[in-house]
């Protein structure tokens, strides 16, 4: 079992910046791959970014250029660095663990409860 918590979720302005953070358990951190969603209300689950174990990276296009995945290895954590924040990131972020590393075929077997994130106009 993999262990995920989010964290540094709040309540910020349009155009400000929040940072999330998502620690996993386990001692082959540094082999998962690591990703977040995001559900508005009233609206489906949604990929935001992924990051591979060999620090490769992916984006949803509503995010790119805005929004920044990284992971520190020697912490155990994944960070999403959300930048230029709109009323339309308002949400509830999701951090996801793929404990095989197969950046080809990645499922996500492992979830956090989330964070809100909420952004005011």
């Known amino acids: 079992q993999v262990q995920v918590v989010e964290s540094g979720g709040g309540l910020v302005q349009a155009g400000g910046s929040l940072r999330l953070s998502c620690a996993a358990s386990?001692?082959?951190?540094?082999?998962?791959?690591m990703g977040w969603f995001r559900q508005a209300p009233g609206k489906e689950r949604e990929f935001v970014a992924a990051i591979s174990w060999s620090v490769s990276q992916y984006y949803a296009d509503s995010v790119k250029g805005r929004f920044t995945i990284s992971r520190d290895n020697a912490k155990n954590t994944v960070y999403l660095q959300m930048n230029s924040l709109k009323p339309e990131d308002t949400a509830v972020y999701y951090c996801?663990?793929?404990?095989?590393?197969?950046?080809?075929?990645?499922?996500?077997?492992?979830w956090g409860q989330g964070t809100q994130v909420t952004v005011s106009s």
């Open positions: 386990g001692r082959t951190f540094s082999s998962y791959d």
């Open positions: 996801a663990v793929d404990p095989a590393g197969d950046w080809g075929s990645v499922v996500y077997d492992y």
